[in-house]
């Protein structure tokens, strides 16, 4: 695995904070089922980010954290703002429940609203259960308990997710799969089954396109498992007729690229090669410097359908078109 799969492997803030924002009515409905019943969900919610990073700004940790503030409304009519901590990071926090304090009395002294703060353990220390921060004193004493949910419990309730209708169940797995599964060919295996769960589930394009990308993000693979893993994804979207995910980001759109290539070869028409081949040197390489462009209109048709083969597994645009 490359300096950059693994730096992108651990970025697991990101698409949790995605999954929060798109899905937190699921988000609460599955892991904190008892306040799901006290939140008048009919007047919606919304995100919090500017007074959350407010109260966050001069957090002085190197570790980074997705953390989410949210606002509701209570079934009694009343104001109340959700802040969710989601720990994901490999290792137990010593400083997490003082952490949860801090946070909720810094937003409750500061909007004056009421603040129920949410703890979501997603790292695989079974012994590390923070739920409440205390401390005490010369007969003063403070104690804050908070409502805690630990992921890999829901390893015993597998079926449970599998069988869920709640989309964040697809979340929790993949968030599971990610943090047990070490061997590349072990995560493809689970990704892929994800994957296919979530075509088999009726969801809508939009849906299906928003849980893919977090999926995707969340579980990552080596560069040489990708391209494997995105072919058993097309091959998913024809048999259940759903052509939803026909593009690869990060790997600069191979299928289209492929059936881009194709087409321009079966037409024979030369410059068509060449036009096809700087849309696709644009999307993997980025922008066409001058000298490559140059390059490309000199070509001849051999040196086009070389460059045609080559392209996928070209390393760079030199390695491509040779050095200027």
């Given amino acids: 695995m490359t300096d950059q799969d693994s730096a992108r492997r651990t970025d697991h803030d990101s698409p949790w904070k995605d999954a929060l924002e798109s899905y937190f009515e699921e988000f609460v409905r599955l892991l904190f089922p008892a306040i799901h019943e006290e939140v008048d969900w009919s007047r919606g919610y919304s995100a919090m980010d500017k007074e959350l990073q407010q109260i966050t700004a001069d957090a002085s940790s190197g570790r980074r954290h997705a953390d ?16 969710v901590h989601v720990e994901v990071q490999g290792e137990p926090e010593d400083g997490f429940a003082q952490r949860m304090y801090t946070y909720q009395y810094r937003l409750r002294d500061r909007y004056g609203v009421d603040v129920v703060s949410l703890a979501v353990l997603a ?28 992921l890999i419990d829901w390893e015993a309730r597998w079926a449970d997710l599998e069988f869920s209708e709640n989309v964040f169940a697809l979340v929790v797995m993949a968030q599971i799969k990610a943090k047990r599964l070490d061997d590349g060919e072990e995560r493809q295996r689970a990704k892929v089954g994800l994957i296919r ?6 969801y809508s394009r939009a849906e299906i396109q928003r ?13 040489g498992l990708e391209r494997g893993f995105l072919e058993v994804v097309y091959a998913i979207e024809e048999e259940k007729r759903m052509p939803y995910i026909n593009t690869a980001e990060r790997l600069g759109m191979e299928k289209g690229l492929e059936q ?11 410059l068509g090669v060449a036009d096809t081949l ?8 980025g922008e066409l410097p001058t000298w ?26 030199e390695a491509l078109l040779g050095n200027h």
């Fill in 260 to 270: 881009g290539m194709e087409k321009g070869l079966e037409q024979g028409h030369h």
């Fill in 68 to 83: 989410k503030l949210i606002k509701v409304y209570a079934r009694d009519g009343g104001e109340t703002w959700v802040l």
């Fill in 197 to 202: 769960l979530l075509y088999e589930r009726g």
């Fill in 292 to 317: 490559a462009d140059e390059r490309l209109s000199q070509a001849s048709d051999e040196q086009l359908d070389e460059w045609v083969v080559k392209i996928l597994s070209a390393e760079s645009l």
């Fill in 278 to 285: 700087r849309k696709q040197i644009a999307l993997k390489f």
């Fill in 123 to 150: 790292d695989t220390s079974p012994g590390f259960r923070p739920e409440r921060f205390r401390y005490a004193r010369w007969g003063c004493e403070l104690s804050f308990a908070f409502p805690m949910t630990k």
């Fill in 211 to 223: 849980l893919f990308h977090i999926i995707d993000w969340m579980i990552q693979l080596p560069r």
